[in-house]
Structures are given as structure tokens and as C-alpha cells.
């Protein structure tokens, strides 16, 4: 399967606790973001990467946040001190710009967090 | 007030039925819009691009008035493979992030 894989993709985790998920974008995509989604609502941005180069954060992200893709490949989103308002689907999307191409972002299956 | 606005539904309609979404927009600047459905506890995927000059795609038609700041898609002759969320979306820029609507949830019936 050559799409966009997340991992995990269920996570129960206890309140005060930290998470890490990981996001493998589209071999040779250059564009990496994170999304999350709560029952009934669209998808809300969080944050961008362009290569390594992290280039857009969303007032969403508190400081409890952070998000990294150190090689411009995979990228990992860390939760610390996880609080019941973080239950949510964590969307990952890649895309690539290729000349003429729409710039068109694919989405991963998502990371489902509940936090008890 | 939500930059991206869409009717949540549900929409109940037969099969074969036409069904129309609409959704505003708020910022003027945006600049690519585009249809997106997403299955039930699935990611969403691009059903299609939205341009000024209208476009259609087999039973799926998509329009764009930039001055009223609307957009809307059009479902002729509805299946029940239909049945989704259909999530209205913008960009400011080409490769920026996504903004979306809520979703508009449709259930086709036999």
C-alpha cells in the first residue's frame, strides 16, 4: 500500500499522560499536515511541514503539542499531559507538488485518542 | 462565525433522487476549493476540485460563485453508495492547509 499510514490507530491513554503518534506520508511528498477531527465537525488544522521546515501552526496547538519531521520523511505529533478535551481522531495528509498538478492532500486512516 | 459553512443535515433522499449542498465561505482571499466525502469513521478523499467555470464529473456536478462566496455540489440520480458525509473545503494558497466545513451528511435509501 503506497498511501499515507498512521500509527497507532487506536490509542486509549490515561489523563496526564503523554502520547506520541507517527504519520508516513506518499514516498517523495514534500507537504506533511496533521488535522484533528471530534464527532460531528470537520477536520481542524493543526500544522504543516515542507520538507523538515515546520511552516504554519494552528492556534489549536497548545503548548502541550509538538510535532516534528526530522528527516522530511515520517513525522511524529507528541500529546503531553493528555486532558479529556484531547479525545479526537488525528488525521495525517501528505501531498506533493508536481508542475502542473493540482496540489491535492491525501489523508492517512487516522489515530483515534480517547483519553479517560 | 465559521470561515467554512455548511447545511449538517441529514439529508434523506431515495435512490435516484437529485440532492443539492450548499456551503459559504468566508474569506475572500481563498483561492482552491474543492469536495471532499468522507465514509463513516473513515479519512476523507477528494471527490473533486471546484473551478470558477463550474465542472462535472459523471453524476457529480460542482460550481463556484467567488462573488457571492458560495459553493455547491450536485447529486443526480442518487445510489446508496452515496451515503456519506460530504465535507465542503478552501485553501488560501496551493499546498496550504485545508479549511473545512462540518460536513453535510447524506443517506440514500432504497
Known amino acids: 500500500d503506497t498511501g499515507v499510514s498512521q500509527d497507532p490507530r487506536h490509542k486509549i491513554t490515561k489523563r496526564g499522560q503523554n502520547v506520541t503518534f507517527r504519520c508516513d506520508p506518499i514516498?517523495?511528498?514534500?507537504?506533511l499536515y496533521w488535522y484533528r477531527q471530534t464527532l460531528g465537525q470537520g477536520p481542524e488544522f493543526l500544522t504543516y511541514?515542507?520538507?523538515?521546515?515546520?511552516?504554519?501552526k494552528s492556534r489549536l496547538l497548545s503548548d502541550r503539542f509538538s510535532a516534528e519531521r526530522p528527516k522530511g520523511s515520517f513525522s511524529t505529533l507528541e500529546i503531553q499531559r493528555t486532558e479529556q478535551g484531547d479525545s479526537a481522531m488525528y488525521l495525517c495528509a501528505s501531498s506533493g507538488h508536481r508542475d502542473w498538478l493540482i496540489d491535492t492532500q491525501y489523508f492517512g486512516p487516522g489515530t483515534r485518542l480517547t483519553v479517560l | 462565525r465559521k470561515e467554512v459553512e455548511q447545511d449538517p443535515g441529514p439529508f434523506n433522499v431515495p435512490e435516484g433522487a437529485t440532492v443539492a449542498f450548499n456551503c459559504t465561505y468566508s474569506n475572500s482571499a481563498s483561492q482552491s476549493f474543492f469536495w471532499y466525502r468522507q465514509d463513516c469513521r473513515k479519512e476523507p478523499k477528494l471527490l473533486m476540485s471546484v473551478y470558477s467555470s463550474g465542472n462535472e464529473d459523471g453524476r457529480f456536478t460542482a460550481q463556484l460563485n467567488r462573488a457571492s462566496q458560495y459553493i455547491s455540489l450536485l447529486i443526480r440520480d442518487s445510489k446508496l453508495s452515496d451515503s456519506a458525509t460530504y465535507l465542503c473545503v478552501v485553501s488560501y494558497n496551493q499546498g496550504g492547509k485545508l479549511i473545512f466545513g462540518q460536513g453535510t451528511e447524506l443517506s440514500v435509501k432504497p
Open positions: 511541514f515542507q520538507n523538515e521546515a515546520q511552516l504554519e
Open positions: 514516498s517523495e511528498h514534500n507537504r
